[in-house]
């Protein structure tokens, strides 16, 4: 991509509304721009971040045996009456009349019509186990937007619903979805560590929610130290292998990590004390098993083995896939901008011109940018007419991992200089050497 001919509007100044250090990053960067309170546009390099989040997403639910669908924003009223939850929900809930007086909804959630898609299809125990999932946009109407995606109004959630004929299925599902999930957020270059979280009036030990330690996070968190030492890694999965996903499971979450909805101070004081952590964390996903609620509420029920109806076993299981940009930038950032994890980097090298116009570096910033596509890679070639301090502190707010930068002077003894976003460090290399460096 040439800069000359994208769109990505940086600011110079700091956005006064901004408080935290990633809404500030987004908004200068030229990724998001507001509407109105909670509610963004995606300018392309956000939307192309957002992209690569929800691919990963996609493409490790499919690892683990789920099925991608797609269910709608806007929701009938009259689901959410048969649970129960159409008056319970609150004022989070953007309700909705149509024009024929029917009352809608813009999803918070997707329990109620999942449910109803299932029990219009699935009759027989045979058809289970079964995940279906979808990553769609939700609306909740929150009291107080802020934090640019962290909690704005309308967001990006991954949402699956798993079914099971019995309970030790129901928890081989929830395992399942730790697994992954474990997987999924390694991938996006965090940490993000389960924690015990609240079962609300539904009660139980099996609810996770994954937290992101960050200053600017909104929850209080507790937790032993020998947590963060946990890497998933490169690991063989069996997602049908119960025992696997049970060991995975036990290894992740027997050290002490709660929010401070469930902290227990008398067995966070087993901890030894030098372990001992508070700090806070970002919620970027939760699993949760809750057994017959919806299914018995909303009569999804299977033929059982013997013949008889069961009501299904369920769980649902989110990732904030918008939020996750917001928790990558507070966990990778300097005070020159954003550091992206090569995972999810929207450009993988930027290409500076320090002399636009010069026949010489035109000619050799345009090989580089063909040899790096010719590796499957993406570049974004500064190719503006701008000071060289300008290139610089725009590729330096927006992050890419690796930055080449070419001139006339380095040109004149073959050489480029190759500088990694992270660590500062540059090396003056051949244009070919610097190319298989990134590759
Ligand atoms: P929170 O405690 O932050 O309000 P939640 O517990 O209400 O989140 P869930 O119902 O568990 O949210 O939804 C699954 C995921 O969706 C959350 O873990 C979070 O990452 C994301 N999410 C929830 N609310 C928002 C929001 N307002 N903006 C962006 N992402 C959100
Ligand atoms: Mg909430
Ligand atoms: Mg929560
Ligand atoms: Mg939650």
Known sequence: MRLSRYFLPVLKETPSEAQIVSHRYMLRAGMIKQSSAGIY??????FKVLRKLENIVHEEQVRAGHVPMLMPTLQSADLWRESGRYDDYGEEMLRITDRHGRDMLYGPTNEEMITDV???????????????????????????????????????????????????????????????????YERMGLQAIPMRADGGPIGGDYTHEFLVLAETGESEVFYDSAVTDLKFGDRDIDFDDKAQCQGILEEFTSKYARTDETHDEALFNAVPEERRRTARGIEVGQIFYFGTKYSEAMGATVQGPDGKPVPVEMGSHGIGVSRLLGAIIEASHDDKGIIWPEGVTPFHVGIVNLKQGDEEADAACEAI???????????????RKERAGGKFATMDLIGLPWRITVGPRGLKNGVVELTSRRTGESEELSPEAAVQKIA
């Open 41 to 46: 546009s995606w300018l392309p390099l956000g």
């Open 118 to 184: 299932f029990r219009s299809n699935v009759s027989s125990y045979k058809d289970l186990p079964l995940t279906l999932y979808h990553i769609q946009w939700k609306f909740r109407d929150e009291v107080r937007p802020r934090f640019g995606v962290m909690r704005g109004r309308e967001f990006l959630m991954k949402d699956g619903y798993t079914f099971d004929l019995t309970k030790d299925d129901a928890l081989h599902a929830y395992n399942r979805h730790l697994v992954s999930y474990l997987r999924t």
């Open 369 to 383: 940018e063909k040899s790096i596509e010719a590796l499957g890679l993406e570049p974004l070639y500064d190719d």
